[in-house]
């Protein structure tokens, strides 16, 4: 699913932020990223959402060599991949619904199946009573649900969240492992930056440790 060959990422022409990158990720996986902060794990992450290109090496998603890939096709491309940040990003002066749904109104599906498919995302995260409610009125683990579910709703091959539970207390952090849990499950790939090395340890999946711009260890497959 996710090929990285002698990857390298330099920006300025000096700061390399990640270097000799070297690993494959399988269909169907689920993955966690671990590194100190600026240790590469953002700029692995969009080199995968085809936000930035490799300075050196081959980034390889899905078949696509993400370098070769046409400009008109990356639209496409990203329909594919559902992507969770840390600070949510949802839009407040919209309703739960619509800000799940936006993705569907932008790829231009017709209004029904959009509904029905907005409303089985908000169900799969718990928040389908939610629908009509503003994203102030939502707790913090709530809005994160919310984020969830609009990665979702293109039900994409690959899932990548970024620092999902960073601002969220133990319990929240682990319900929300638990359901990037759940996608996996039912065959989504899932690549999850993460700090939180006590929590990654008891899930016990797969870890791609970076140092530096390094990967240093690969390690805890279940």
Sequence with gaps: MIDFEHVAKRYGGRFE?????NFR????????????????????????MRLEKPSRGR????GHDLAKLHSSMIP????????VFQDHQLLFDRSI???VALPLEIQGMEPRDAAR????????????????ALPIELSGGEQQRVGIARAVVNKPALLLADEPTGNLDP???????????????IGTTVMVASHDLALIARLRHRMLRL??????ADEGIQ
């Design 97 to 99: 619904f619509h800000n």
């Design 211 to 216: 140092h530096e711009g390094r990967l240093v």
């Design 171 to 185: 319990q929240l952090s682990a319900d929300i492992m638990a359901l990037f849990e759940d996608f996996n499950r």
């Design 59 to 62: 980034v390889v998603v899905a």
């Design 76 to 83: 496409f491309y990203r329909r594919q991949i559902g992507v």
């Design 117 to 132: 498919r907005t409303r089985a995302a908000l169900d799969k995260v718990g928040l389908l009573h939610r629908e009509k």
């Design 25 to 48: 990720v399988d269909r169907g996986e689920m993955v966690f990223l671990t590194g100190h902060s600026g240790a590469g794990k953002s700029s692995l992450l969009r080199l995968i």
């Design 17 to 21: 932020a990640l270097a000799h990158l």
